[in-house]
């Protein structure tokens, strides 16, 4: 855990009124923040990070956050105006606070992105053996010795592009390796709000078929991602 504190000193007089800033000037004073210190796709991967402080709180993970450093040499020249990207943000930002409020929908993607529905049971092993073994190397000590969260992330990103962007900010708050453990249980968590929330399949519940699941009898349901 960190330890490092900052302090802001500002001088404000007794007798002076401070009126906090609406939520959309707000928004648009940390954008102009961003903007001037070109931080680009940053600013995306930082609000996807805050959204994932509850998951952190629910599941009793710390929040691992790079600390602030100050860089020498000459900056590169901050962008002209705001971009559209960012202005949408704003506008889809109701959504994305909804969305933190449940640490659920929040992890239960993020866990279900390496579900394929061509996979059958007895290859899921082989399936998320590059993922365990390889990229995450493992022994007796650590499971996780390389720890290559990002290419976890951009494995991820490509898989549910919905959510690329939350992938990156769970990696950069430190989020990923309570996902990769849940992830390695025998029963992946699955939420059945999540699926119409982001659009992101976790089971094959998910995927509207041709036909009945009934498989034979009635009283038997195929599970074919068991």
């Excluded at 691992?64 to 971009?83: D, Y």
């Excluded at 992890?107 to 992105?113: D, E, N, T």
């Excluded at 529905?117 to 650590?142: M, R, T, Y």
Aim: proline share 11%; aromatic share 10%.
């Amino acid at each position: 855990m960190c330890e490092t504190r900052f302090a802001i000193n500002k001088g404000l007089s007794p007798t002076s009124s401070y009126t906090p800033l609406s939520a959309e000037k707000a928004f648009y004073v940390l954008a102009e923040f961003a903007r001037l210190h070109n931080l680009g796709s940053q600013f995306p991967i930082a609000l996807m990070t805050a959204i994932t402080l509850l998951t952190h709180q629910h599941y009793g993970s710390t929040v691992q956050l790079p600390l602030p450093r100050s860089f020498g040499g000459k900056q590169p020249a901050p962008t002209e105006a705001i971009t559209s990207i960012w202005s949408s943000l704003n506008e889809e930002l109701p959504y994305y606070m909804t969305l933190s409020c449940s640490p659920e929908v929040v992890m239960y993607p993020l866990c279900g992105s390496l579900w394929e529905p061509g996979v059958p049971c007895n290859l899921v092993a082989p399936w998320l053996h590059p993922l365990f073994n390889e990229i995450l190397q493992q022994d007796e000590k650590s499971p996780t010795v390389s720890q290559d969260y990002e290419t976890i992330a951009l494995i991820g990103a490509i898989r549910r592009p919905n959510i690329g962007a939350l992938w990156i900010g769970a990696v950069a708050g430190g989020l990923a390796p309570k996902v990769v453990k849940k992830i390695r249980t025998v029963y992946p968590p699955l939420d059945v709000i999540s699926f119409p929330r982001t659009g992101c399949p976790q089971a094959f519940m998910d995927i509207q078929g041709s036909g009945p699941y009934t498989y034979g009898s009635p009283k038997q349901i195929s599970r074919p991602d068991v």
